[in-house]
C-alpha cells in the first residue's frame, strides 16, 4: 500500500506565474484534503472532496486557487498569479469516511521570488 | 471559533528525561483530539488520537489524555531518545473525518 504522494516536492517560480500541484491519495480513500504550513506554523485547512465533490472551501482559499478532484482520484491544487505571501509548505492527506485519521503526503515547497 | 495551543519551543531535553508538552484547546463541539509528529524531512504522522473525554491516546511510549474539564490533551513520555526528535502538533477535528485544525507545533530536541 503506497502512501499520498505529491508532485512536485519543490517549486520555485516568479511572482505572477501560474502554478499547478498534484496530489495522489491512498487508492480507495474517497476523502482528499488540503492544507498550507508556512514556517514556524501549523498546517491551515484549505479545500477538502469527497469523491470528486469540493464539500469545504476555507476562507484563506482565496479566488486565484482553485482545487479539482475530476475522477475523484488524484487532485490539483492551482495558484494563479502567484505573490510572495504563497510561499508555503502545501501538503494534502487523504482518508475514508470510516477513518478518523488523516495520511499526509510529503508536501510541496513553494518559494515564490 | 475552534483552535489549539501548544506550549512554545524549542524544548531541549536530555535523552531518558521526562516529557511534556501542554496543549489545549477551544472547540464549539465534542472533538476529537489528534498528536502528529513530523520528523526531520519526513512528513506529518498520525502519533495517537482521543476521541471522547478521559480516553487516553497512546504510541510508541507517549500517551495524552482527553480532558474535557480543563479543554486539554497534553502529551508526555516518561523517557524520550534523541530518535523523539521532531516536531509535534497537537490537533482537533470536529465530526468524523473532517477537516483538521491544528496547534503551532512545538519542536523537540533530544541531546544524547
Redesign the interface.
Known sequence: DT??SQDPRHKITKRGQNVTFRCDPISEHN?L?W?RQTL??????LT?FQNEAQL?KSRLLSDRFSAERPKGSFSTLEIQRTEQGDSAMY?C?S???R?????????TRLTVL | GNSVTQMEGPVTLSEEAFLTINCTYTATGYPSLFWYVQYPGEGLQLLLKATKADDKGSNKGFEATYRKETTSFHLEKGSVQVSDSAVYFCALNLGYGNKLVFGAGTILRVKS
Do not use: K
Open positions: 502512501g499520498v476523502r484534503y492544507y514556524g506554523q501549523g498546517p491551515e485547512f477538502y469545504e501538503l492527506a482518508s475514508t469516511n477513518l478518523n485519521e488523516q495520511f499526509f503526503g510529503p508536501g
